[in-house]
């Protein structure tokens, strides 16, 4: 009696498909740029409309084929899904490694396409950085200890917070964003102006020494539009 065994050929991402030839090639219905490639009959995997073009009909796939055909696949996808996530605002390399960790992408394909985003420039930490104190400057500016928090938070490395950072103008930041602030307090006494007014800035990250430049700054510029722009302060030196 002759018993027939089928062998199955597991790769890394589970159990893969034998050899066996190419029976039909169809375009997704949710998806016209991928394929559905069919071996035997069945339905095998699937491909981008570029790489299945390099198929046709009634070709042999060995199971060598095969694996390389999914692992490139599996790079592909992850790769669009990075450059869709990139695509709503720039992001830190951290971000996008985390992003593809959770949508459950092998380690060595995450790192594979970070590389070849940060070839192609996609990926920049210090051009992130730069970008999100810019953004912060111009929405809500937030002092240097309030961006080295959040920029750590996005995974950007210290050495390139830091380099960043000193390249920021912050006093500028902090003379913007007390403003609106300054100019409510406006008419209080000079002793109580700096206290709202350095409360509200240091809760915004910033500096003592640019807490107190901004607050005198105000005040000078408040009493030379008018003498009389603050409540007399018998304590105010």
């Not at 050929?9 to 050899?19: E, N």
């Not at 999914?70 to 490694?97: C, I, M, N």
């Not at 050495?159 to 602030?181: F, G, M």
Request: charge should be negative; charged fraction near 30%; aromatic fraction near 8%.
């Amino acid at each position: 009696m002759v018993i027939a065994m089928t062998a199955v050929c597991v790769y890394s991402d589970g159990i893969g498909l034998m050899a066996g030839t190419i029976t039909a090639l169809e375009v997704q219905r949710n998806n016209k740029e991928r394929v559905n490639v069919y071996l035997d009959g069945e339905f095998a995997f699937g491909l981008t409309m570029l790489d299945a073009a390099r198929l046709r009909k009634g070709q042999q796939l060995t199971d060598a084929e095969i694996a390389a055909l999914k692992s490139t696949d599996s790079l592909q996808q992850a790769y669009e899904r990075a450059v869709r996530f990139l695509g709503q605002r720039p992001r830190s390399t951290a971000e996008v490694r985390h992003n593809l960790t959770d949508k459950e992408v092998d380690a060595s394909v995450v790192e594979e396409v970070i590389a070849r985003l940060e070839g192609q420039g996609y990926l920049d930490d210090a051009a992130f950085a730069r970008y999100w104190i810019t953004n912060r400057q111009q929405f809500r500016p937030r002092g240097a200890r309030a961006l080295r928090f959040e920029l750590r938070e996005k995974g950007v490395p210290m050495p390139i917070i830091d380099e960043i950072l000193a390249e920021t103008d912050t006093t500028e930041s902090a003379y913007q964003a007390a403003l609106d602030k300054a100019r409510r307090f406006r008419g209080l006494e000079k002793r109580a102006f700096r206290e709202k007014l350095g409360a509200f800035l240091s809760r915004r990250g910033f500096d003592y020494d640019i807490v107190r430049e901004v607050t005198d700054r105000l005040i000078n510029e408040f009493e030379e539009e008018n003498a009389d722009a603050f409540a007399q302060d018998d304590t105010e030196e």
